[in-house]
């Protein structure tokens, strides 16, 4: 087991490291997320603005399902980022030096993709869980954030 935490923490920091390299280009990403999911919020505002409710939906329903999808998709992104492997792993031949290596394929895969500033995305759609949690009434048990 402690072979495997020391490649994840390997994997992660050569990942910061490319990154930082470049650190414009990691905060570009970083804004360029937000202002999507701040575009995708400023829609919602604007739609429930004219209309109270739309069929039976309230904004607040609708922020808390948003923020609730927002949640999973982004640790998704932060740890499937696989939307290129057609075109870095088969078109330009990087899958030869993967199955070469000791480590598990898969976990070389997942781990050379990972992408940390979707995680971005994630707190964004817990906070708008947060605000929107109260003004629909909903009781908070210890099992829900688990759930």
């Given at each position: 087991?402690?072979?495997?935490?020391?490649?994840?923490?390997?994997?992660?920091?050569?990942?910061?490291?490319?990154?930082?390299?470049?650190?414009?280009?990691?905060w570009?990403?970083?804004?360029?997320?937000c202002?999507?999911?701040?575009?995708?919020?400023?829609?919602?505002?604007?739609?429930?603005?004219?209309?109270?409710?739309?069929?039976?939906?309230?904004?607040?329903?609708?922020?808390?399902?948003?923020?609730f999808?927002?949640?999973?998709?982004?640790?998704?992104?932060?740890?499937?980022?696989?939307?290129?492997?057609?075109?870095?792993?088969?078109?330009?031949?990087?899958?030869?030096?993967?199955?070469?290596?000791?480590?598990?394929?898969?976990?070389?895969?997942?781990?050379?993709?990972?992408?940390?500033?979707?995680?971005?995305?994630?707190?964004?759609?817990?906070?708008?869980?947060?605000y929107?949690?109260?003004?629909?009434?909903?009781?908070?048990?210890?099992?829900?954030?688990?759930?």
């Open positions: 087991m402690s072979e495997a935490v020391r490649i994840v923490w390997g994997y992660v920091l050569t990942y910061w490291k490319m990154k930082m390299m470049y650190r414009a280009n990691f570009v990403d970083v804004f360029s997320d202002l999507f999911v701040c575009t995708n919020v400023l829609f919602i505002y604007v739609l429930f603005g004219h209309t109270p409710q739309l069929a039976g939906w309230t904004r607040e329903q609708i922020l808390f399902i948003y923020g999808f927002m949640v999973p998709w982004g640790v998704f992104s932060t740890i499937f980022n696989v939307w290129d492997f057609t075109e870095r792993y088969v078109v330009k031949g990087e899958l030869d030096r993967i199955l070469t290596r000791p480590v598990h394929s898969l976990v070389q895969l997942l781990l050379e993709n990972i992408d940390p500033s979707q995680l971005v995305t994630a707190g964004i759609g817990g906070a708008m869980m947060v929107a949690w109260p003004m629909l009434g909903l009781s908070l048990t210890w099992t829900d954030p688990l759930l």
